[in-house]
Structure formats: structure tokens, C-alpha cells
């Protein structure tokens, strides 16, 4: 397998359009030209991502990811102060079902009704700031599509430079989304061994 720290502003994968087609995978596959696509990551957003190296290794990636053997977690930075309610900073649940809002595609929506189960995790990742922002720490247990935006944005708190569901001002506040993959665990897909990495937050 191969892990990349994607950079903000890149495809994952291509998308429609010759204009679209410069994107990770693509650059993956020019140097690896067996590395095949396991999951991706949203345009706005860095860090990690995985490939895999060939049709079985990405059979066993695609198997952990569907049985929850894959262990990701983020560094946000969001609007508003947030305080942890949980004792010695523990991790916190948001429980909301998801559903992609059709009329107004890419973004996705809260729904009752429609939405499928999505759970967000978070806690502080750091000591509180007077510039009405709070960094966190999250880990998605499940993987909609931008569950931690709409999570986040549905609690009044929406991560800072997100173009989708920040209002102007939050848009403003960053130059960039500031949502970053910075760790990832997961079962080796040679020898089954959970194997561990990290990257820097850029902010």
C-alpha cells in the first residue's frame, strides 16, 4: 500500500472535465502504476489517504474500511468557543443522519427522515483561544459524505474557510479549509498488523 498526504486544493480522484483530471490518484498511478484508489478525501481538505497496491491488497483495504478496522482522525479549527462537557477532555458524540441535499449538490444535509446514521466523535485539541475559534480533534465513525462539516456546522460551530456550510465571515476568516487528516491506523493489508501514521497539521 502506499499512504499520501494530500495537499488542499487537490482531487482525490478525477473529476468530470479534461480540467479535472490532475488529482492525487492520478499522480499516484504515474509513479505506482498499480496503485488503485481505497477511499478519498473531500478537495478542501489535507492529510492522509491510503492506496492500495494492487486489485487484493485493495479487496483487504476495502474490507477494513467497510468493517470499521480503519481508524482516522482530524484537526479542525471552528467558529465560536466550544467547551468540552466531558470530564479530562473525553470524546463526545454528534448522532445525526445525513443525506445528500439533491437540489443543491455537492452539499449534504441533516434528515431524520432520509438521512443515513452518522457519528462524529470530538474533543479539545488545544487550550481555548480569545479569537472566538476552537481547534478539535475528531474521529468520524462512520465516512459520509462531508459528515464532519455538516456535523460540525449543524452543532453552530462550522469549521473555519468552509465554502459549503460557513457563513461569508467564517469563509473569510482562512485561506483555506481548515480540516486536516492527521492520523491514520488500519490492518496491514500483507500481514494483517495494525500499522500507525501521522502527519503534521499545516495549521
Known amino acids: 500500500m502506499i499512504v499520501l498526504d494530500k495537499p488542499a486544493g487537490l482531487l482525490a480522484v478525477p473529476g468530470r472535465g479534461p480540467d479535472k483530471q490532475d488529482c492525487l490518484s492520478a499522480r ?3 509513479r505506482w502504476p498499480d496503485a488503485l ?9 489535507s492529510g492522509l489517504v491510503v492506496m492500495a497496491r494492487g486489485i487484493e491488497a485493495q479487496r483487504r483495504l476495502s474490507r477494513a474500511f467497510e468493517q470499521r478496522e480503519v481508524h482516522k482522525r482530524y484537526t479542525a479549527i471552528v467558529a465560536g468557543t466550544l467547551h468540552n462537557p466531558q470530564p479530562d477532555n473525553g470524546w463526545n458524540t454528534v448522532d445525526l443522519s445525513l ?3 439533491w437540489p443543491n449538490r455537492p452539499r449534504s444535509i441533516v434528515s431524520a427522515e432520509l438521512g443515513k446514521p452518522s457519528v462524529t466523535r470530538w474533543r479539545l485539541a488545544g487550550a481555548p483561544t480569545d479569537d472566538d475559534t476552537t481547534r478539535l480533534e475528531l474521529e468520524p465513525v462512520t465516512g459520509r459524505t462531508h459528515q464532519l462539516r455538516v456535523h460540525l456546522q449543524a452543532i453552530g460551530h462550522p469549521i ?15 485561506p483555506r479549509l481548515l480540516l486536516h487528516a492527521h492520523q491514520l491506523s488500519l490492518p496491514h493489508p500483507q500481514h494483517g498488523d495494525t500499522v500507525h501514521f501521522h502527519s503534521p497539521c499545516p495549521f
Not at 481505497?38 to 481538505?45: G, I, K, P, Q
Not at 473555519?160 to 482562512?174: H, N
Open 160 to 174: 473555519l474557510g468552509d465554502m459549503l456550510y460557513a457563513t461569508p465571515e467564517q469563509q473569510t476568516r482562512a
Open 37 to 45: 484508489v481505497v477511499h478519498r478525501l473531500d478537495m478542501a481538505t
Open 99 to 101: 443525506t445528500i441535499d
Open 28 to 30: 499516484a498511478q504515474a
